[in-house]
């Protein structure tokens, strides 16, 4: 049974697919948070291609900005706390850093808080952003560091981090 996973990987690196396969084989009630926005037409055929992609049962919250409010919600709202897959820290991040500059750090603390005490089982889908080059403009560089440090941030809070590479997992922090 997953407790709290954080799944990292390259763009297109088989992260979502991995997060889903370890959510379906936990055998529980899922609810899938997602971040994205479709601010144009490619990312609306990617969001609905990801709609597709995953089982029709599981259930749908779209958030892009209050994650740590979408938590705390689903942690009571139940009988028992759901599976929740959130899919994606890097949109999430930049739609923070495209919102009210007053938001950023109240919402990155609210959401880190939420992780810790969400009383079910969590898989966290992120990109690893810190294996290219370094940004040529400052919000570039910011973001870049800001998802570096979130991570960093979830991998503590996360009993299991695993990084998939070309559509394979490898364990960087195993569950116990």
């Not at 290219?132 to 440090?149: K, N, Q, S, V």
């Amino acid at each position: 049974m997953v407790n709290k996973l954080l799944v990292t990987g390259g763009i297109r690196s088989g992260k979502t697919g991995l997060a889903e396969q370890r959510a379906r084989d936990a055998g529980a009630d899922v609810v899938y948070v997602a971040t994205a926005t479709a601010g144009d037409d490619e990312m609306a055929l990617r969001i609905r291609r990801h709609q597709q992609q995953r089982p029709a049962h599981w259930q749908l919250v779209e958030e892009p900005v209050y994650l740590g409010r979408a938590l705390s919600d689903l942690a009571h709202g139940h009988g028992t706390s759901p599976l929740v897959l959130v899919d994606c820290m890097s949109l999430w991040l930049s739609n923070l850093l495209f919102a009210d500059r007053s938001l950023f750090q109240p919402e990155r603390a609210a959401f880190l808080t939420a992780v810790e005490t969400y009383p079910g089982p969590l898989v966290i889908v992120t990109n690893e952003v810190g294996l290219g080059t370094i940004g040529m403009d400052p919000l570039t560089r910011r973001f870049a560091d800001e998802l570096g440090w979130l991570n960093q941030a979830l991998a503590q809070r996360c009993d299991e981090v695993v990084m998939s590479v070309a559509g394979l997992p490898l364990t960087l922090k195993a569950g116990g």
